[in-house]
């Protein structure tokens, strides 16, 4: 990727009010999905032509399929073999910080009543998952391609572990499982390969201990550019702050084998500092705040951008929203990002 200061969304775009209800995100009902089962693979592909098409147009040098076709990013993963879909346990929040967070009481109120996938025999990857993604997005961009994959840490500490001896034991078979799914994205061909570890940072702890060596066994092998997100958690979820371990978290990722680490910068307002963090890894900086809808201007955007490479070089630095877009309006995501491929535009002349 010889382009610097390229654009690209995290993982998910907007998701039409036409094809979820998007209420029903945290639960596992079967009516999330609003078109009727024998039409709903057709709507998927509609949704993603869309979303697709929609990054071409704002100016997006790297695409994602928008993550049409996931109910959650981490759900969507819950299909290895040694996972019970059916009986649910409790998804404990023990060690789970989010001290950083002003939850909207209505999230309080999901998350303390949360129900999970449990763990119950080994886990086993047996089929791909995301490769007749993969091809689909091949097949409608002729762009840059980047599929996003859950991380084997926060995997982890969202379902019940029922089987293993210790947490610890479960992430690394986890990771051993999800290196098998991005080997085969890898062979079909994806530019950037990025795995989503929000509790790299809820989970901090868990990350210093041993998140570093699951992603490293998770990442093994791949000739594609890959990268890690972490993140404050979806926009919505509440009013957000900087939180100090943010930068330590950070530091547990630069030290992994990833090429590329995704930061959320904007809503949380961090400032350049926190970049020291993130090693000599190239950075894909989080510019746009999801959790309102008015749209940056770009002015403000090419300002955020030379603070930034007063620490991280152009070359090594590239530009994004904070993290998923799916529960904004579809014409303010794609301002948003037509504002955000403005001011990489303008700082690009200037170098």
Excluded at 71 to 97: A, P
Aim: charged content about 25%; some cysteine; glycine content about 6%.
């Amino acid at each position: 990727m010889h382009k610097t200061l390229t654009t690209q969304i995290v993982g998910s775009y907007t998701k039409p009010n036409w094809l979820i209800r998007h209420h029903r995100v945290t639960s596992h009902a079967s009516d999330f999905w609003r078109p009727e089962h024998e039409v709903l693979s057709e709507a998927h592909d509609d949704a993603t032509i869309l979303a697709i098409s929609d990054q071409e147009r704002a100016g997006l040098d790297v695409i994602t399929d928008g993550e049409q076709r996931r109910q959650r990013y981490d759900t969507y993963f819950f299909g290895f073999e040694g996972i019970d879909n059916e009986t649910l346990g409790v998804w404990s929040m023990e060690n789970r910080d989010m001290s950083f967070i002003d939850l909207d009481p209505d999230v309080e109120e999901r998350l303390s009543e949360a129900m999970t996938s449990r763990v119950v025999s080994p886990i086993k990857w047996t089929k791909p998952i995301t490769l007749d993604d993969l091809k689909f997005l091949k097949c409608h961009t002729k762009r840059l391609t980047k599929m996003t994959v859950i991380g084997p840490l926060t995997m982890s500490v969202r379902l019940v572990n029922e089987y293993y001896p210790d947490e610890e034991s479960l992430g690394i078979a986890m990771a051993h499982a999800i290196n098998k799914e991005l080997r085969v994205l890898d062979k079909e061909g994806v530019d950037i390969i990025q795995l989503d570890e929000p509790d790299f940072h809820f989970r901090h702890d868990a990350a210093i201990k041993w998140g570093t060596r699951a992603l490293n066994i998770a990442l093994e092998g791949i000739q594609a550019t890959t990268a890690v997100h972490m993140c404050y958690g979806y926009a919505m979820i509440g009013d957000k702050h900087v939180d100090p371990n943010y930068a330590n978290a950070l530091a547990a990722i630069a030290a992994s084998d990833t090429d590329q680490i995704s930061i959320e910068y904007e809503q949380p307002g961090h400032e350049p500092d926190l970049l020291q963090h993130a090693g000599d890894k190239t950075v894909i900086l989080g510019l746009l705040n999801l959790g309102r809808k008015e749209v940056e201007s770009s002015d403000h955007i090419s300002n955020r951008i030379r603070a930034a490479i007063e620490v991280v070089p152009p070359d090594r630095l590239h530009l994004a929203p904070d993290c998923g877009m799916w529960f904004l309006p579809r014409q303010v995501a794609y301002a948003k990002l037509r504002s955000l491929c403005l001011a990489a535009e303008c700082v690009r002349a200037e170098l």
